[in-house]
């Protein structure tokens, strides 16, 4: 099973580098996984593509669409707080802000006993390094 970053939802709505590899990662595993924050923290980083007018309104209403989708379609974490103390913990413990903490977080309680089962998929270096030394199998690297 592989828990999805929203660092690697985004490239699933908009054209970036990462998207064809996005993509492939989806098609292979259908079964995505999220923090359920990541639908507000995806809408977040189309708007701040289309305030930047690093995308246009068009592709900023696609990428919504898609996002809906996908939203109806994933598994994903709630908010708790086994998850609120584990992000407190790793907010000591790595150099994360507090939402990539909540991410990781989200990830380790859904790896359960056995994290090193559970793969995570982000494009983000510090969170990578993160989820790694909390034994997580990391993709997108």
Same mark, same amino acid.
């Given at each position: ?61 696609? $990428? *919504? ?15 708790? =707080?086994? #998850? /609120?103390? @584990? ?28 994290? $090193? *089962? ?15 030394? =909390?034994? #997580? /199998?990391? @993709?997108?690297?």
């Amino acid at each position: 099973m592989i828990f999805w970053d929203t660092s690697a939802v985004v490239p699933l709505l908009v054209n970036e580098p990462k998207t064809k590899e996005a993509h492939a990662r989806l098609k292979a595993d259908t079964n995505m996984l999220v923090w359920c924050v990541t639908y507000l923290e995806a809408t977040s980083a189309l708007s701040r593509r289309l305030r930047s007018q690093d995308i246009h309104f068009g592709h900023f209403r696609a $990428g *919504e669409e898609r996002l809906k989708r996908l939203h109806a379609a994933w598994d994903q974490i709630l908010f708790s =707080e086994k #998850l /609120l103390k @584990l992000s407190a913990r790793l907010l000591r413990t790595h150099p994360l802000r507090t939402a990539d903490s909540m991410q990781l977080a989200a990830a380790l309680v859904a790896g359960g006993t056995n994290p $090193g *089962e559970l793969q995570f998929l982000t494009y983000d270096d510090r969170l990578a390094e993160a989820a790694s030394r =909390e034994g #997580l /199998l990391i @993709l997108g690297f």
